[in-house]
């Protein structure tokens, strides 16, 4: 039995139980309070919880041959042949280095924001699954991105959670005599000590750096401390932990890394240190340093607007860069400076710009969708050649975001190990309609249950009554086509697009023949005012007498909110001002769990959107017609094509109540984009493109 808890220990420090279904479910068998209160959070469960009730529980629901077999599935997976190794070479050291600021990995580890982060995160499970030798840097955040709660007076709040440590799959890095690893950096005025914590995914390693010892100034303790917080000298700092930081820590571990991989501009100053040591090893000049390394770094960018990006004044960057240019590098600060300048004709000479630098080094570009390819190649037109941002359109790790339902109905027909097979989807049309329809039910159902049980613990907090508590059964209808939106609040992304013909929404919402609700949620950025009040917008409608019960609001969008939006939703709207959405991911996440997609043309769905599987909003994009115009314009078009098409196609059953149509539109929808819109496609992509291209 003592064993069996070491087993279960084992099965916490990898995250590979956050995409296993029945690691999951065990956790929640065991004792699903506890398992709630620990946040989804294996280890917290382990050190927390008494060991006898442990043991009893194990023994008494009989769970000791369910560890097991999880157990040595998971010993499976890692000892498996993969795709990297049958394709390529076999290798245990890291030959890829991937570098992001960010990392949504499970909802426990908070040292992630949105969109960027869930993908680095997903990058690495798939790059695990395939036997990628890659390596992930990142930041260890004390802090993670905030809990967002909605004020009685439908104003978003913000509360920041510390990341305990002790209680995370985190174990400290160690040199052979078991000493702390500690890296130095030298910034103005003193060294910064980091230390390095290790985070295993699946047979993926992440390395954390953390800047939090006591041989800094309380100062410097500060810098890893929370994420996208604080000014731009912050920012800075954080960087160059990142960037120079993960350098020295690869160099430390004497990796002989072929590949490095810049996911979004934050960690761009690793091209420096690479140039630095490639001088001192080789003894050649900066130029020539600077045109070796060149060939080994790839850049992602994530955002077509050059408002996304990190800017630094020329103060800044001298502060932090004269000594290591001089010192270090043997160049001058102002000869670094122009790295972050496209066009070296100083142009615009305050402004060092992160995205510069890193395309000025980098050999391989890409842009996350073929829309944002374009667009980038426009947006920074590059003199050299038009043509070297190339894309590689996102995906999303399909596992991570199946229900547990969805994935027993496909264990029924295919096979236990089929979510490893990518040319499964071919076989979809083998599953019944009405196992497809009884899965969709079933994942509404749960939908549901969360939000009515998220709104109830909300309730109970503000001191509701008991006649109170029980009208949360009156929120939302299994019945009802159920229509998500989650995402982060920013202005082009119009979460009120939906409302801006009240009278209209509320026609079709009024509809008792054929009901329609909305889920609503997302964060808005602490400063963004605007953003904010678009929430608010929101929250009013939602206690709107017409619209109440009907339109709700989940708070503190998160991966766990996210999960169970997208599975529970059956339809995903998107609506974007169109180019600006680089690719979006969340619709991605709703494909296998039986969702279909509703939207603007922008980034992924471009190029995913095809009549049998989905529907499109028409976007205008025509600079004589005014904003307001276009997002009228763009709103009917929305509304017309509800009306016209999708809510007659769902409530169009036959005799025995399916929606025959809509069935027919699911199965299309997975077949042809479940096989290419996943990290697995994604991440074969990287390897074969970029990666092993690497010369
Ligand atoms: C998937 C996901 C995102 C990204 O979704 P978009 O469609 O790009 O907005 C953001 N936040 C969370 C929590 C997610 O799970």
Redesign the pocket.
């Known amino acids: 039995m003592q064993n069996l808890l070491l087993l279960l220990k084992e099965i916490s420090f990898n995250l590979y139980w956050s995409w296993n279904k029945d690691a999951i479910e065990l956790f929640n068998e065991i004792n699903p309070d506890f398992w709630n209160w620990s946040g989804h959070n294996p280890v917290k469960f382990m050190n927390e919880i008494n060991h006898n009730y442990l043991l009893d529980a194990i023994d008494r629901k009989n769970l000791g041959g369910k560890i097991l077999t999880i157990y040595k599935d998971f010993k499976k997976y890692l000892d498996k042949d993969k795709y990297f190794g049958e394709k390529y070479y076999k290798t245990d050291e890291p030959q890829i280095a991937y570098f992001s600021a960010e990392y949504?990995l499970t909802e426990c580890l908070k040292i992630y924001s949105?969109?960027l982060g869930?993908l680095s995160g997903d990058h690495l499970k798939s790059s695990s699954d395939l036997g990628l030798p890659l390596m992930g840097v990142g930041l260890a955040y004390h802090y993670g991105f905030f809990v967002q709660m909605i004020n009685s007076n439908g104003w978003q709040t913000e509360n920041y959670e510390i990341n305990e440590f002790q209680n995370l799959p985190l174990n400290l890095l160690r040199d052979d005599n078991f000493n702390p690893v500690r890296l130095e950096i030298n910034f103005p005025g003193s060294t910064v000590f980091v230390q390095v914590w290790v985070l295993l995914i699946g047979n993926i390693k992440l390395y954390l750096l953390d800047t939090t010892l006591p041989e800094n100034t309380v100062e410097d303790r500060r810098i890893t401390d929370i994420l996208y917080g604080g000014d731009t000298e912050k920012r800075i700092s954080q960087e160059i932990i990142l960037g120079i930081g993960g350098i020295r820590l690869i160099e430390k571990l004497g990796f002989d890394i072929k590949a490095f991989h810049l996911n979004e501009g934050h960690s761009a100053f690793l091209c420096f240190e690479r140039i630095k040591n490639y001088m001192t090893k080789n003894k050649v000049s900066y130029e020539e340093a600077k045109a070796a390394c060149y060939n080994s770094n790839i850049f992602t960018t994530h955002t077509p607007v050059p408002a996304g990006i990190d800017i630094f004044t020329h103060d800044l960057f001298v502060k932090y860069f004269r000594k290591y240019a001089e010192e270090e590098i043997g160049v001058s600060v102002e000869h670094l400076f122009l790295e972050g300048d496209l066009t070296k004709d100083q142009i615009d000479n305050d402004k060092f710009n992160m995205a510069y630098l890193a395309i000025n080094n980098s050999n391989f570009i890409n842009g996350v969708s073929k829309l944002h390819g374009e667009v980038s190649r426009k947006m920074w037109m590059l003199s050299d050649n038009k043509s070297r941002i190339e894309s590689i359109t996102n995906g999303v790790h399909t596992p991570s975001y199946l229900s547990a339902n969805s994935n027993s109905v496909y264990c029924r027909y295919f096979t236990k190990d089929w979510i490893y097979d990518e040319n499964i989807w071919n076989r979809i049309d083998e599953i019944a309609d009405e196992d497809i329809w009884a899965m969709r039910i079933f994942n509404k159902h749960s939908l549901i249950e969360f939000c009515r049980e998220s709104i109830k613990s909300k309730w109970i907090l503000s001191g509701a009554d008991k006649i109170k508590l029980a009208e949360v059964k009156g929120i939302l209808s299994p019945e009802a086509l159920t229509i998500g939106f989650a995402?982060?609040f920013a202005t082009y992304k119009r979460g009120n697009l939906i409302f801006r013909d009240l009278d209209r929404l509320k026609k079709i919402i009024k509809n008792t023949s054929m009901p329609v609700q909305f889920v609503f949620s997302g964060k808005a950025h602490p400063k963004d005012e605007g953003g904010k009040t678009l929430i608010a917008e929101i929250i009013s409608y939602s206690q709107d007498e017409d619209l109440k019960n009907k339109i709700i609001f989940l708070d503190n969008?998160?991966?766990n909110v996210?999960r169970h939006l997208v599975e529970g939703c059956d339809l995903w709207l998107n609506n974007p001002r169109r180019p600006l959405e680089a690719s979006?991911?969340?619709?991605m996440?709703v494909i296998a769990n039986g969702g279909l997609n509703f939207s603007i043309l922008d980034g992924w769905w471009d190029e995913g959107y095809s009549p049998e599987l989905g529907w499109k909003i028409n976007s205008v994009m025509d600079e004589n017609i005014s904003l307001e115009q276009r997002d009228s314009m763009e709103a009917a078009s929305l509304y017309d094509t509800l009306e016209n098409e999708i809510i007659p196609m769902f409530y169009l059953r036959d005799s025995k109540g399916m929606p025959v149509q809509w069935i027919k539109k699911i199965k299309a929808s997975i077949k042809q984009l479940a096989p290419f819109f996943n990290t697995g496609r994604m991440v074969k992509e990287y390897c074969d493109r970029f990666y092993m291209k690497v010369k």
């Not at 979006?584 to 619709?587: A, D, I, K, P, Q």
């Open positions: 949504g949105g969109g869930v995402r982060r969008y998160d991966i996210a979006g991911t969340s619709g996440k």
